[in-house]
């Protein structure tokens, strides 16, 4: 979801506390002369794909059947937006 406020605002702070005094802390802080992106809901430029199965052979089919999505689309002269191939495309052909 996007952050509402403006990036110089922008501050977020995390603890992790371990076992046996092991512990984590970390503050963040925007960057704010990034280039400005449109909303997820109309321009997504990167997509992370996760392929997996019983054994590398099997995670390796459902990446053929991304590419082999992409492939055909494109010959028709269309082209997937990254998160319809992720949802409508590659998830909708996985085995239950």
């Known amino acids: 979801m996007p ?3 403006p990036a110089a605002e922008r501050i977020a ?3 992790a506390f371990g076992f046996g005094g092991t512990n984590f802390h970390l503050v ?3 960057y ?3 280039r400005r992106l449109g909303t997820a809901t109309t321009k997504w430029t990167a997509e992370l794909f996760t392929f997996r199965g019983a054994d590398q052979r099997v995670g390796g089919a459902f990446r053929g ?3 082999d999505l992409v492939a055909k689309n494109e010959a028709g002269g269309r082209t997937w937006r990254l998160r319809d191939l992720a949802k409508d495309g590659v998830a909708a052909g996985r085995p239950a």
């Open 3 to 5: 952050w509402a406020a």
């Open 65 to 67: 059947v991304a590419l």
């Open 28 to 30: 963040l802080s925007a």
């Open 13 to 15: 702070a995390v603890s």
């Open 32 to 34: 704010d002369k990034a």
